[in-house]
T-cell receptor, first 116, second 112 residues
Framework: DTGVSQDPRHKITKRGQNVTFRCDPI?????LYWYRQTLGQGPEFLTY????????KSRLLSDRFSAERPKGSFSTLEIQRTEQGDSAMYLCASSSRGRTGANVLTFGAGSRLTVL | DAKTTQPNSMESNEEEPVHLPCNHSTISGTDYIHWYRQLPSQGPEYVIH???SNVNNRMASLAIAEDRKSSTLILHRATLRDAAVYYCILRDTNFGNEKLTFGTGTRLTIIP
């Protein structure tokens, strides 16, 4: 098992363009999370999937952001009409079944977005 | 979500023990205490978690106060590889509250 994989690792785009990030979780994990992290801050929760169902979305996730997990395996996070404020590290994590509160998250290395 | 308070930064000498404190005075009976760390240019990494009793694993120990209003992450012998931001997080066991809420953590510097 290679852990949580994220692609691409780095993306530079111009303002107004659309970008998509992909996350491949650990294969037996049914829960998947997206976070965003800006410099000097801790990661901020964006959204959470259990299997293919998106169960929670943060108010940070504006209507320009959409996340999917079509078959309950990999997930994509798309940002439409990017703005400079979207520049951040986008982190994906997954976790297995287990009692809520006790299960642990495994994070990927992140996808760094720079919007010019 | 119940909040945690951590010092912004700490320094420790290499090969010495490190005690990282965390206050969580509003913790509820169903909150687990989790610690994650984030090495430079990497995603966060799970360290340890506990509910009421002290816990040990290969990475660290977690000492939980009897009233559960504070906890301490103990690195028994710090190495340069332990330089990271350490996050203390409360995680509710109630079904449906899945997310981890990170604060700004403690930046640990290890002095060679």
């Amino acid at each position: 098992d290679t852990g949580v994989s994220q692609d691409p690792r780095h993306k530079i785009t111009k303002r107004g363009q659309n970008v998509t990030f992909r996350c491949d979780p650990i294969s037996e994990h049914n829960r998947l999370y997206w976070y965003r992290q800006t410099l000097g801050q801790g990661p901020e929760f964006l959204t959470y999937f259990q299997n293919e169902a998106q169960l929670e979305k943060s108010r940070l996730l504006s209507d320009r952001f959409s996340a999917e997990r079509p078959k309950g395996s990999f997930s994509t996070l798309e940002i439409q009409r990017t703005e400079q404020g979207d520049s951040a590290m986008y982190l994906c994590a997954s976790s297995s079944r287990g009692r809520t509160g006790a299960n642990v998250l495994t994070f990927g290395a992140g996808s760094r977005l720079t919007v010019l | 979500d119940a909040k945690t308070t951590q010092p912004n930064s700490m320094e420790s000498n290499e090969e010495e023990p490190v005690h990282l404190p965390c206050n969580h005075s509003t913790i509820s009976g169903t909150d687990y205490i989790h610690w994650y760390r984030q090495l430079p240019s990497q995603g966060p990494e799970y360290v340890i978690h506990g509910l009421t009793s002290n816990v040990n694993n290969r990475m660290a120990s977690l000492a939980i106060a009897e009233d559960r209003k504070s906890s301490t992450l103990i690195l028994h012998r710090a190495t340069l590889r332990d330089a990271a931001v350490y996050y203390c997080i409360l995680r509710d066991t109630n079904f449906g509250n899945e997310k981890l809420t990170f604060g700004t953590g403690t930046r640990l510097t290890i002095i060679p």
